[in-house]
């Protein structure tokens, strides 16, 4: 009998755990604006590691996406622009590309220069972070912070996106 009930006892503490573990697996712990920034660290094709809160006060505008993408492909030549206008007000994109193949992926920057940093990862470790499963997705971020995020390609260049980001900084 003693057994019997010790091994009920441990049945239902697996089933509790059991319950608890997939609850806790299905929590939504996405990158949500007005929420902690998650954090990352990752070398960028320039050579400098990066992470969301290395950026001090300055605006991190930390993009997602792939080059077999056609809307974020689409997308880079207003990103370009944008950096291009805001490097010098404390603005830095960081695009970091989720293609596996490493050689694919050079040949299209060898292509279309970018005038952001770029990363690459591959196992899709630092979007995972974020919650993000499609491209392009864009956080932006000031003190650590997701100020806004972005799920499909912008315009950066439109008056409505300049305004945003000139009020932040």
């Known amino acids: ?60 505008v930390l993009n997602f996406w792939a080059t077999w993408c056609a809307p974020c492909v689409q997308e880079i030549p207003s990103l370009n622009e944008f950096q291009r206008r805001f490097a010098n007000s404390g603005v830095v994109v960081v695009a970091i590309s989720v293609d596996k193949n490493e050689q694919k992926y050079k040949r299209f920057l060898e292509r279309i220069p970018v005038s952001f940093e770029t990363a690459r990862d591959p196992n899709g470790d630092v979007s995972a972070e974020y919650g993000t499963f499609q491209f392009p997705e864009t956080y932006i971020i000031k003190n650590g912070r997701v100020m806004r995020k972005f799920a499909q390609a912008e315009d950066w260049l439109s008056d409505d996106m300049t305004h945003y980001v000139e009020s932040l900084l």
């Open 1 to 60: 009998m003693n057994t019997n009930n010790a091994l009920r006892a441990l049945l239902v503490a697996l089933i509790v755990c059991f319950i608890a573990v997939i609850g806790w697996s299905l929590q939504d712990r996405s990158a949500k604006e007005g929420g902690a920034a998650p954090e990352f660290s990752i070398r960028t094709d320039q050579g400098r590691i990066v992470s969301a809160n290395s950026f001090g006060g300055k605006i991190l």
